[in-house]
């Protein structure tokens, strides 16, 4: 919602200046399209399109920002009004930052060999804004992508720069038992009064799995033309373009197909403890086939290991939020 209604913002009047300056001018994709690049992100992201293999492939439309990324060493290209802009908005103490949503348009099709160039506009600055996290601003820039200069596709992205809200007091209740196995759910660390973990957005694409989880089961879509499983759900199949579709539940059996351990930020939400420890964040790859990225639990997160066994358990974080959780064995 709209906080300060009807007094004068006199930050926004600023920030509002900047609308339809440049971000970004004249910026180079530090890589030409390329099939190893394609190749990695259709592995990771289980798409088997023949289109995007063979003497003729294309990029996945998807892939349209991944051509114009800094990467580890940064971005050259952003503009002065870009860094003004952010300055002034880390100087009234609005520091904390988190991405809310993006749009893309797919004009024209990617193919290896062509060059990137882009051009990025700050295209908005919303009044003062009161959130979840905290108040602060919205602000969406839109590049412009070229493939031998003709327009590709354009890519908004918007951000909110905000001062967090501060903690409400912790309350106290009793911790239900440890979590059980598939099929039965019980609290967490976050009975004990620690902070909640974050909602999980539910749209109207992926709303039968959150009402799955909520009973205590693990959906996987199943296209009904061709058979192909998937996951995350999405609104047509990757493998036919059919839209149609029902669900097959899982096993809840998978094994570590990849994993990272985060220490930084503290966030006790996420750890066993409740203490806001490191944690391990896992790729599992289902006994079905299909991959999906999740908490590991009963075992110290260094025991992590790829191909390490884990089996699906139901995890109530707090009253109103149940997720689905893998448990890992060392043995």
Request: hydrophobic share 35%; glycine share 12%.
């Amino acid at each position: 919602m709209t906080a300060g209604q009807g007094v004068r913002d006199e930050l926004y009047e600023r920030l509002r200046a900047y609308e339809g300056r440049a971000a970004a001018t004249e910026g180079v994709g530090k890589d030409r399209v390329n099939e190893p690049m394609i190749r990695h992100w259709c592995e990771a992201m289980g798409d088997a399109h023949p289109a995007y293999g063979g003497p003729d492939a294309v990029a996945p439309p998807t892939m349209l920002q991944a051509w114009t990324m800094g990467g580890l060493s940064g971005h050259t290209d952003r503009s002065g009004a870009y860094d003004e802009l952010f300055g002034l908005l880390d100087g009234a103490g609005y520091t904390s930052v988190v991405a809310t949503d993006c749009e893309q348009e797919y004009l024209r099709p990617l193919r290896p060999g062509d060059r990137i160039t882009f051009d990025a506009v700050i295209e908005a600055v919303s009044e003062r804004k009161t959130t979840k996290l905290g108040t602060g601003y919205f602000v969406t820039t839109r590049m412009d992508v070229r493939a031998q200069e003709e327009l590709a596709g354009t890519h908004r992205f918007r951000i909110l720069k905000y001062r967090p809200a501060k903690p409400k007091p912790r309350q106290k209740t009793n911790p239900e038992p440890g979590v059980e196995a598939k099929g039965s759910v019980t609290g967490n660390g976050n009975a004990r009064g620690n902070a909640l973990r974050s909602r999980p957005v539910v749209n109207r694409d992926n709303a039968g799995f959150w009402e799955g989880v909520a009973s205590r089961r693990l959906l996987i879509q199943r296209c009904t033309a061709c058979d192909a499983l998937r996951f995350p759900w999405l609104p047509g199949c990757n493998a036919c373009g059919s839209p149609d579709w029902d669900t097959v539940e899982a096993s809840g059996e998978g094994t570590v197909f990849s994993h990272v351990v985060m220490h930084h930020p503290s966030f006790p939400a996420f750890s066993e403890d409740g203490e806001g420890g490191p944690y391990a964040v896992a790729l599992i790859e289902l006994a079905e086939g299909v991959r999906m990225v999740s908490n590991v639990i009963g075992v110290p997160c260094d025991k992590v290991r790829v191909g390490m066994p884990v089996r699906l358990e139901f995890l109530r974080t707090d009253p109103d939020l149940v997720l689905p959780v893998f448990r890992g064995s060392e043995g």
